[in-house]
């Protein structure tokens, strides 16, 4: 049998660069309101924010194709709006509001359409990356699931336990459900919503939000308190690790599970909060940003995009929000390249990144001649990856990305 050494090469350009998250937040041109929540394309560039009222009375959902750099106001109803999700390309967006229906878009929030779901106080939504498996929670115990990117909704009463749902997340594939209470437990399913498991290693607190990885085995969940619990095996066992005290309001994740940015309104004495970010699933934290009243945080798929909203989920509920803006950070992404066996063919595959690369090869590294590989990456959308089949002929090869 032939063997192959295939090694996987750092751009000379990244080996230089911060593998932390960017320090430097600026604000877009959004205008101000009670934004609420925010969701991202895979690679960041497409973002949706919803916001529970404007300066004018009612809500808003807003758009932007750019990285937020310009934004474009939707024609949704003037309703409190209080959770957004995006499929990976941001075309399918799905938003719920207090006291509506369940609203739908299947091109990037162009035109919107009511769903047949019951009116209720609907205070999260998740997607799975294609946008059509859908979740929508509502206290105190509703949980309703789509297959057909909101067409129809079936009614999911695996759970009644009376529980303040707040937060749920879901895995690309839609498979891998949480749901997060506040004050309450959390739950989890590994069938679409068929049935439920409650988390016994946590605590029940004031959970604020829960998110997952792409493939949904890791988990984190942010309590108002600044406590966080990450799991690395879809729920079976969690640890605990503690940020500084403060009014807690937001966690997001990359797609691989171990980015992570977490923000707070308030911080222990009251003052205006600070963001987190982690890049070892929770283990360890580093202050990222200071001194805003920050709310809801969203991150592109390799967690070098990150969006954040100011003032939204200020403690005290919607009706004593303060209005702000929106805000974004970038880092340098550096991407790592992943080798997988297929029969006698090799797959490279990485995150699908927030800036264009392009995968090379050469046979000997005591050249220079790095060459552009012509083959197209397929896009796997359970884990967000980007993947080329390689069939190797020669006993040897290098493998690296480099932007254009």
């Known amino acids: 049998m032939k063997t192959f050494k295939i090694e996987l090469v750092a751009s000379i350009a990244f080996l230089t660069a911060s593998l932390g998250f960017a320090q430097t937040w600026t604000q877009t041109s959004a205008p101000h309101g009670g934004w609420w929540s925010v969701a991202s394309s895979a690679d960041g560039t497409k973002i949706v924010a919803a916001a529970t009222t404007m300066d004018n009375p009612g809500g808003a959902i807003f758009t932007s194709t750019n990285s937020g750099a310009t934004w474009k106001s939707n024609s949704v109803p003037k309703l409190i709006w209080l959770s957004v999700a995006s499929s990976v ?97 959390i739950y989890i399913s590994t069938n679409s919503g068929a049935t439920w498991t409650t988390v016994a290693s946590v605590p029940s607190t004031n959970w604020e939000a829960i998110v997952s990885s792409a493939d949904g085995t890791k988990l984190a969940a942010i309590a108002r308190s600044g406590l966080v619990c990450t799991s690395p095996d879809s729920g079976a066992t969690w640890m605990s690790n503690n940020l500084p005290g403060g009014q807690w309001t937001s966690i997001a994740s990359s797609a691989d599970g171990k980015k992570l940015v977490a923000a707070a309104c308030y911080d222990n004495s009251g003052n205006a909060g600070p963001i987190y970010i982690s890049t070892n699933l929770g283990t360890t934290w580093t ?118």
């Open 89 to 185: 390309d941001g075309t399918k967006l799905v938003a719920a509001a207090d006291l509506a229906n369940i609203y739908t878009s299947t091109n990037g929030g162009t035109t919107w359409v009511s769903n047949s779901s019951p009116v209720e106080f609907w205070t999260s939504v998740a997607s799975s990356s294609d946008g059509t498996k859908l979740i929508a929670v509502a206290p105190p115990d509703l949980i309703y699931t789509s297959t057909d990117s909101g067409a129809t909704w079936t009614s999911n009463n695996a759970v009644m336990n009376t529980q303040s749902w707040y937060s749920v997340a879901s895995s690309a594939d839609g498979s891998k459900l949480a749901i997060a209470a506040d004050p309450g437990m």
């Open 287 to 404: 202050l990222n940003a200071t001194s805003n009243n920050w709310g809801f945080v969203t991150s592109s798929a390799d967690g070098s995009k990150l969006v954040a909203l100011l003032g939204g989920g200020v403690s005290g509920g919607v009706g004593t929000m303060l209005l702000g803006g929106i805000y974004t950070s970038y880092s340098t992404p550096a991407p790592q390249l992943n080798l997988k066996p297929s029969n006698s063919n090799l797959t490279v595959s990485w995150i699908i990144p927030s800036t264009n690369f392009v995968l090379q090869q050469k046979l000997d590294l005591t050249t220079t001649n790095w060459m552009d590989m012509t083959n197209t990456p397929t896009l796997n959308l359970t884990n967000l990856q980007n993947e080329v089949i390689i069939s190797p002929t020669n006993s040897s090869g290098f493998y690296r990305l480099k932007t254009p």
